[in-house]
């Protein structure tokens, strides 16, 4: 009895171990596909977590309406970087330059010739040609800024408009 036994428990662990073999071969080949996604997956979720740089997004349309015309979606926005899409509704070329206001107002940027004075320009958008878009992104601190249009005889046509970063 004790043999039968015993040569029935060998039957069943070769069965075992042959099955064993058979299991960890199909295993290891899903597995090993498996891995792969996982770790491409986890790459693409940091890249977007490192992204939270909250740049404000303003609107300008130039010459809507009338030529000369300057409007911002919004007159303020909190200090830090702000990008402008500024747009050319018009039907000549234009351009958004952003200079600082002087102390003595938008008038005290104007020049004999008519152009505004833009040597503390701390950034533009140029040569926006008629019906398209430029973007430019800013890293603004608080003050009063005027939004222009330096084109000859734009500035003086009154094509600015005055934006407070605080
Ligand atoms: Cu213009």
């Known amino acids: 009895m004790k043999s ?38 986890s790459t693409p979720t940091s890249t977007t977590s490192a992204t939270p740089s909250t740049a404000t997004t303003v609107t300008v349309d130039l010459g809507k309406g009338s030529e000369f015309n300057m409007t911002s979606s919004v007159a303020s926005a909190p200090a830090g970087k702000i990008t402008f899409d500024v747009k050319n509704d018009g039907t000549m070329l234009h351009e958004m330059v952003v200079v600082p206001e002087p102390a003595g107002g938008v008038d005290a940027l104007k020049q004999a010739d008519g152009t505004a004075d833009e040597a503390n320009a701390v950034g533009e958008a140029p040569d926006i040609e008629a019906g398209a878009t430029k973007s430019v992104t800013l890293d603004l601190k608080a003050g009063k800024y005027v939004l222009l249009c330096n084109l000859p005889g734009h500035f003086a046509g009154g094509m600015w408009t005055t934006f407070t970063v605080s």
């Open 4 to 41: 039968t036994r015993l040569a029935a428990i060998g039957i069943a662990a070769v069965a075992v171990t042959s099955f064993g073999v058979l299991g960890a071969g199909c295993g290891s080949s899903s597995s090993s596909s498996d891995t792969t996604p996982a770790t491409t997956a």
